[in-house]
């Protein structure tokens, strides 16, 4: 006989509880035995009112926007309506099967302003990072450093020169990603008056080379051109992990051009040496943190840079390269193939570039000649900080090296895990501190996942960690 159930949902009374309905071995159990966010309501008291109605609790929103990038929900408001009919996640953020799920609108309004204000995405980020130190998950040996381009959310039709005035509406009338651009040009400016900037025009709110193309919609993304591949905005996801197992030490979101990239790579390193006591033996790291500048930083350091050396000066057109010329550094001389002599006059170009010239006499009576120069005299520039790229090059073909660079791919897989399992291909948040949030965001969901799929298990209805 065929049963048939019945569709009426009248039933007055449930005996339900919802810690029964979440199986044992789900991953918002695992993670939800390692995080602690006991300091939440401490930390961020002196930024909420003493008097008014109460606000959304903050530990639910962290808790919420956790469940939004460890399981790929893209979007605010689909995170509401997840948390509404997904019963595992009403558990994890601590709710109860009748409890409202708060708007998504408040979430803007916390990021924008009391998150942002307090800085309560990174003590998250950086209370997972001291859990995976504690769990022993954290060699603190050797770390390896990269940068991925994430595209920005904007129509890349809407742009301008970056060369022409741009007529910006006023600030009262302008989104956050405007505001926020125009609140750091303000601040570049104050700068260049005091004296106080750098003149590297790195973060496209000041003086040096002016942009080719800016955004209308988001100003601060940068226009990325390579070959190959359509132009568009787009910001840069930095990582600095530890290559024991791939666990994110660092994660900042930053425009996506070398000059912020370097800066942030030094950054990262010294902020991981002052919240967590961790310098590495050495530090793993692609051709583009292979300047002069950040080698010579690591090195001063103690930090052995396993990354190539960045160099532009070998030749395409069939004249001598540098390579081609003998440093005596004794004499603080180049010999030319020809065996004669390049010397410095004390001129240091750009504060790095040590320029050092031929004779004009030795070349034009120099039989190579053509195969070296057509100026008069042949020049050869030498960075000021050369002998560290001497040292770096010769580590290259070290054991030590080899291991770096092959370790150094636990970091690309993290992006790749970024991308494609996490969906963070695209931004969704505008600016340069929307940028920022969502790179944190993500690099806690990873590290979150990471540390409950290596340490925790999950037997019947409770959840516990073993060291």
Not at 154 to 175: L, N, T
Not at 364 to 387: F, G, M, Q, Y
């Amino acid at each position: 006989m065929m049963g048939r159930r019945e569709h009426g949902q009248g039933q007055f009374f449930y005996e339900f509880t919802l810690d029964e309905v979440v199986p044992p071995d789900h991953l918002v159990r695992r993670i939800d035995a390692v995080l602690d966010l006991g300091w939440v309501h401490k930390d961020l008291a002196p930024y909420y009112s003493h008097t008014g109605r109460p606000s959304i609790d903050p530990v639910l929103m962290i808790r919420m926007l956790i469940v939004g990038y460890v399981f790929a929900i893209r979007s605010e408001r689909r995170i509401c309506a997840e948390v509404q009919v997904n019963l595992a996640y009403r558990w994890f953020c601590r709710l109860g099967i009748e409890d409202k799920i708060p708007d998504h609108s408040v979430f803007s309004r916390a990021r924008h302003e009391r998150f942002r204000e307090s800085d309560a995405l990174r003590r998250v980020f950086e209370r997972v990072v001291g859990l995976c130190i504690a769990a022993g998950l954290v060699g603190g040996e050797a770390f390896s450093i990269d940068a991925s381009l994430i595209k920005a959310d904007v129509d890349k039709k809407k742009r301008s020169g970056g060369d022409q005035p741009i007529d910006w509406p006023m600030p009262e009338e302008a989104s956050h990603a405007v505001r926020e651009y125009l609140a750091a040009l303000d601040a570049s400016c104050r700068d260049e008056e005091s004296g106080g900037g750098d003149g590297s025009g790195s973060s496209n709110s000041g003086g040096g080379k002016p942009p080719k193309q800016v955004s209308l919609t988001d100003p601060q993304a940068a226009w990325v051109a390579r070959k190959g591949v359509d132009p568009f905005f787009a910001y840069d996801a930095n990582y600095l992990i530890d290559n024991k197992f791939g666990i994110i030490l660092d994660a900042d979101g930053t425009r996506a051009n070398r000059s912020d990239e370097m800066a942030i790579a030094a950054t990262m390193v010294a902020r991981v040496e002052r919240r967590f006591d961790l310098k590495p033996e050495r530090l793993a790291g692609d051709t583009a943190y292979g300047t002069a500048k950040l080698l010579k930083w690591l090195w001063d350091r103690g930090i052995t840079p396993h990354v190539p050396v960045w160099d532009k000066s070998a030749r395409s057109d069939g004249k001598f390269s540098r390579a081609d010329f003998v440093f005596d550094k004794e004499r603080n001389v180049y010999i030319c193939p020809a065996g004669a002599e390049l010397t410095h006059s004390g001129i240091v170009d750009q504060k790095r570039i040590l320029p050092y010239r031929a004779s004009a006499n030795d070349c034009s009576i120099c039989k190579l000649k053509p195969k070296c120069t057509t100026a008069i005299a042949r020049k050869v520039s030498r960075d000021i900080d050369e002998d560290v790229r001497d040292q770096v090059r010769a580590l290259a073909n070290t054991e030590a090296f080899q291991l770096s660079c092959r370790e150094r791919k636990k970091v690309e897989v993290r992006f790749a895990h970024m991308k494609r399992i996490l969906k963070l291909d695209r931004l969704r948040l505008r600016g340069l501190s929307g940028a920022r949030d969502e790179v944190l965001l993500t690099a806690t969901a990873q590290n979150l996942r990471r540390l409950a799929k290596l340490i925790c298990r999950s037997p019947p209805q409770t959840a516990e960690c073993v060291a």
